[in-house]
């Protein structure tokens, strides 16, 4: 009986400790369309035949291998360790420091490399590029919530290439090993926690700076969504930006030609209140460039994309022959904003309160 138990005890701190270290595990496209790769692993591995599950080599703690294009007979390899978990494992791929193994692609004419990565290790080098370890630590767990509900929910969006996210912006840039203490205890405190509506991971979206209050999804996207609303931030601390650009240039870059131009039609900026030209937010919906030869109505989102503006937040007006945008903010204003976090954390807010704040309905749930 007390071998039972004791038994039992070993067992239910086994799986304590499993239960305490295992996240899903991602495949992250890191780089396609070499000739060669060259790994280096921390801790012995294996080098594994994906599609048959044979062990093809073995590689020592600090070993290196060049896969080679020309030279690599099989389609697809992985590189796993021998005796530790894939937590605990760095693999350096041309010199650059990753977690967990690697998988090879041998592709048509060139070869796919793919980090193997916990979930939990991912998030490390994902945060620290988001978002500055200098933040205050309850906005830096804000961001790795939000993070860690991406990542789950647009899992599989590269399925084609053979990896689930990539590792740029397209998903979430993720630039390997890093090593901040804060990043690290915002990860672990918020551990297995995502966010969620009506039981399902939610969007989130995140952006810079609102400059004042978020924008509805569907007024920047189109498509409604309960939890992404606007909301008013309660810092509101930021100077505005300023950028001017010429009415030649202005004229060249639309390719019209608006003769002079005579005026430029936007009513004034308030931020929260809405205007025939400006959504809910405050933010140009569209504005008018009256010329002598013409005259345009261009949309917000237009006028960004073209001049590289920070926001649609912004006010336009013409002096002589310059158009002159003043705005507040930077991104697209949909979701959190990070320095709205920031000023929050800072203001003694929790993780939980900004992302109630910033994702509104959505709630906490923690899945490991
Ligand atoms: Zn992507």
Redesign the pocket.
């Given at each position: 009986m007390l071998k039972k138990v004791f038994v039992l005890i070993i067992f239910l701190l086994m799986s304590r400790a499993e239960a305490g270290t295992w996240s899903p595990e991602l495949r992250v496209?890191l780089m396609s369309g070499v000739k060669q790769v060259t790994l280096q692993v921390s801790a012995p591995c294996l080098m594994i035949n994906a599609a048959k599950g044979s062990i093809e080599q073995k590689i020592p703690a600090g070993g290196s291998l060049i896969v080679d294009f020309e030279h690599l007979k099989i389609n697809a390899i992985e590189i796993r360790p021998e005796k530790i978990s894939l937590n605990d494992l760095h693999t350096t791929v041309d010199g650059k420091e990753y977690y967990g193994g690697i998988t090879v692609n041998k592709e048509k004419d060139s070869l796919t490399v793919i980090n193997l990565v916990p979930l939990e290790e991912y998030l490390r080098g994902v945060v620290s590029k988001e978002m500055s370890p200098s933040y205050p630590l309850e906005a830096l767990k804000a961001q790795a919530v939000a993070a860690r509900s991406f990542a789950l929910k647009?899992r599989g969006?590269?399925v084609k290439e053979g990896y689930d996210?990539?590792s740029?912006t397209?998903?979430q840039v993720y630039i390997g090993v890093t090593n901040f203490d804060s990043i690290n205890r915002a990860v672990d405190e918020t551990r297995g926690e995502v966010l969620v509506y009506k039981e399902k991971l939610i969007d989130t979206n995140f952006h810079a700076d609102s400059g004042g209050m978020t924008e509805n999804v569907s007024e920047v996207w189109g498509t409604a969504t309960p939890y992404l609303v606007a909301v008013r931030e309660i810092v509101q601390l930021a100077k505005p930006w300023s950028i001017k650009v010429t009415t030649k240039d202005f004229s060249s870059r639309f390719g019209e030609n608006f003769g002079n131009v005579k005026s430029v039609k936007l009513s004034k900026l308030t931020i929260g209140k809405s205007a025939n030209d400006r959504t809910s937010s405050g933010r140009v919906k569209s504005a008018q460039i009256v010329g002598t030869k013409k005259t345009l109505t261009i949309t917000g989102n237009d006028l960004r994309r073209k001049f590289s503006l920070p926001s649609t937040l912004f006010d336009m007006k013409l002096e002589g022959d310059e158009i002159i945008f003043t705005g507040y903010g930077s991104g697209h204003g949909v979701g959190m904003s990070q320095v709205g976090a920031r000023d929050y954390a800072g203001n003694g807010w929790s993780y939980e309160k900004i992302l109630a704040h910033y994702y509104s309905g959505a709630k906490l749930k923690k899945l490991y």
């Open positions: 496209g647009n969006r590269h996210l990539c740029s397209h998903c």
